[in-house]
């Protein structure tokens, strides 16, 4: 490292030290040296924690959530920036829901999907059910259906934009030059644009997976009490009454950053292999 | 002519999927009663539930949101063009670990970050208080805006600042008459990212404002978790109309100028 790398070295640190800091004092707060209900150096909680099927199955209905959301907006997101791309009502409404905060379309979804929600009112005007208790719960529900919608149109934006950019920059030349030297649609697009879509779109997808996994706010309003997303977990362990327990939620918070964290290596390692070097 | 009438259908089925629960929200702000099995409301009269919501807390609420918004804008551009300037000057390596460090408080769960920050800003005597919910707002705000103001530098001609010094220009000189000129909208759309990553913030500032500082996202939480939907609906909306608004200027802006968002 020469001393022309120091502010580079320096900006990295600024960014990263309220992080850090913050991540120093969950590790004391787990190994029960700070914070509240610190009663000296124990690794009961981080074992506790970690050995919880609570914990783990809370983990594991978090990445399957935020695993099928990010599915089907990226399936979602390809269609649209493929067909959709030069129209500028497409663009708009792809862009609308990034204005609506995630606790706002928490609430929508709730009115929308819950027993007296919206499509239940409409189930009901077409025969099919005769009360709100008929109706399939879709909030709350185990399979968090409601949550997985409102996922995916939180995340639609970003990821249709993304794929839009990639092909107006990256596609429309290649595929015209396929298209002219005799390539059919389907060929056109699988061997030209499906490619560039999916490499140019790929850290934006570990970006989106990753965001969901971290998500507060929809879970808050739309998932069940069991499984516990990881995010409610630590949230709950945070203001639990029982001060002891406080120190769970730093474990726990510490368990989501490392998955953060993880996922932050895939992202710039991806993004390494797609972009040309200097 | 199946192609165009497919498309169609898209464009129709996106209008529905992305207006719907908008209009919901606006149905259910605006109706004194929407009882199960209405699928519309019988009549709607806006000003009782606009003096029931929009009075006392949404108000408050709303204040305190676009103050910290305001805040964590304008201290987050600086901090985060500070950062990406010295980023951009330097090797590849270390300008993808300032960017890996950032793109890390972008994705981090706020509600992780918010468990740790809340420690620590316990610890400087700030927890529950405006100033450190502020604090703790800026981190990932920072984030953003390093990650965009990287992205703004890629395309700013460095040498200029390097020219203006060789004729003797001083560093306020050359910040006030070559850099912030050249990037004057460029860091304006940096303070509307950067209060729009603050306004939508709910998990920091429960943990860190612990109940006490009460913005828009804590208020609206708090309604609907105690099942008053319609001021919750109120409060949404109130919520989402300055990012629209954002973000329709920052479209038009960029159309404008030639640029892409």
């Known amino acids: 490292m020469s001393r022309r790398d120091l502010p580079g070295l320096l900006a990295a640190v600024v960014v990263a030290s309220p992080v850090l800091i913050g991540a120093v004092y969950s590790t004391l707060a787990a190994v029960g040296l700070v914070g509240v209900g610190a009663q000296g150096f124990t690794l009961e909680r981080v074992i506790d924690t970690l050995t919880s099927s609570e914990t783990w199955s809370g983990v594991a209905w978090t990445f399957a959530t935020a695993g099928a959301a990010t599915a089907v907006a990226v399936a979602a997101a390809f269609v649209l920036a493929v067909r959709v791309r030069d129209r500028r009502f497409g663009q708009v409404m792809a862009m609308l829901p990034m204005a609506v905060p995630h606790v706002a379309a928490a609430l929508a979804a709730l009115l929308m999907f819950g027993q007296s929600g919206l499509l239940s009112r409409l189930t009901y005007a077409l025969g099919l059910t005769t009360a709100p208790a008929d109706f399939q719960p879709l909030v709350y529900d185990r399979a968090g259906v409601s949550l997985v919608l409102t996922f995916v149109w939180k995340e639609l934006p970003y990821l249709t934009l993304t794929a839009m950019a990639v092909l107006l920059v990256d596609s429309r030349e290649l595929e015209e030059v396929a298209r002219t030297l005799g390539a059919t649609a389907r060929q056109t697009f699988w061997r030209v644009t499906w490619p560039q879509l999916w490499r140019g779109t790929a850290p934006a997808v570990i970006a989106a997976f990753a965001f969901l996994v971290g998500q507060y706010e929809m879970p808050a309003l739309l998932a069940p009490s069991n499984p516990t997303a990881l995010s409610i977990l630590i949230y709950e362990r945070a203001v639990d009454p029982n001060l002891l327990r406080r120190g769970e939620a730093h474990v726990l918070g510490l368990l989501a950053l490392s998955i953060s964290g993880l996922l932050v290596v895939a992202h710039q390692w991806w993004r390494a292999r797609a972009e040309p070097g200097p | ?261």
């Open chain 2, 1 to 261: 002519m199946i192609g165009a009438r497919r498309d169609g259908f898209l464009l129709a089925a996106l209008g529905a999927w992305v207006l719907t629960p908008i209009a919901v929200l606006i149905v259910r702000a605006f109706a004194q009663s929407w009882r199960f099995p209405q699928i519309l409301p019988d009549a709607t009269d806006a000003w009782p539930a606009l003096s029931a919501a929009g009075t006392g807390r949404v108000t408050s609420a709303l204040i305190a949101s676009l103050a910290l918004a305001l805040a964590t804008g304008l201290f987050g551009t600086v901090i985060g063009f500070l950062i990406a300037r010295s980023a951009v000057r330097v090797g590849r390596r270390f300008q993808q670990l300032t960017l890996a460090a950032a793109f890390f408080t972008v994705i981090a769960p706020p509600i992780a970050l918010g468990v740790g920050l809340q420690v620590a800003v316990l610890g400087i005597g700030l927890g529950g208080t405006f100033t450190g919910v502020f604090l703790a707002h800026l981190v990932p705000v920072t984030g953003y805006l390093t990650l965009f103001a990287v992205g703004v530098f890629a395309s700013f001609d460095l040498s200029l600042e390097d020219e203006a010094r060789t004729l003797g220009a001083s560093p306020w000189q050359v910040l006030s008459r070559i850099v912030v000129p050249l990037l004057g909208r460029r860091l304006g759309e940096g303070l509307i990212l950067g209060g729009l990553v603050s306004w939508g913030q709910l998990a920091i500032t429960l943990l860190v404002g612990g109940g006490v500082v009460r913005t828009l996202p804590v208020e609206l939480l708090s309604m609907v978790q105690s099942g008053n939907d319609q001021a919750g609906a109120f409060a949404a909306l109130m919520l989402s109309l300055p990012p629209m608004f954002a973000i329709g200027l920052l479209t038009v802006g960029a159309r404008r100028t030639g640029a892409s968002l």
